[in-house]
């Protein structure tokens, strides 16, 4: 099995830029499609971005797609989400995920593994 420690997370006004990590340990990160979620209070947890054990692929919520992007480095074990223009709808908790699926699935149901979150709070 594998551990998520989440960092990163913040206050930042509305427009600007934030780098959230995820650091794995135990099992080694590449066997697991990683990704990123979110809930925001009183909401559902939904799908932010995925990448592929390889790192060539990835995908991404139509919300968030053109301002975050997902990338990984398997030789530290570690997951990032770049977020770029940051809107107050992004406030959310932000969690790291962990996946023994091959495909990019937006389900948290098919997530094994999750971190404990960072708060991101985007303020208007």
């Known amino acids: 099995q594998v551990q998520l420690v989440e960092s990163g997370g913040g206050l930042v006004q509305a427009g600007g830029s934030l780098r959230l990590s995820c650091a794995a340990s135990g099992r080694p990160s590449n066997n697991y499609v990683m990704s990123w979620f979110r809930q925001a209070p009183g909401k559902d947890r939904t799908f932010v971005a995925a990448?592929?054990?390889?790192?060539?692929?990835?995908r991404y919520a139509d919300s968030v797609k053109g301002r975050v992007t997902i990338s990984r480095d398997n030789t530290k074990n570690t997951v990032n989400l770049q977020m770029n223009t940051l809107k107050p709808e992004d406030t959310a908790v932000y969690y790291c995920?962990?996946?023994?699926?091959?495909?990019?699935?937006?389900?948290?149901?098919?997530?094994?593994?999750w971190g404990q979150g960072t708060q991101v709070t985007v303020s208007s």
């Open positions: 995920a962990a996946s023994t699926e091959v495909a990019l699935t937006t389900s948290s149901y098919a997530y094994d593994y």
């Open positions: 990448i592929s054990r390889t790192g060539y692929n990835t």
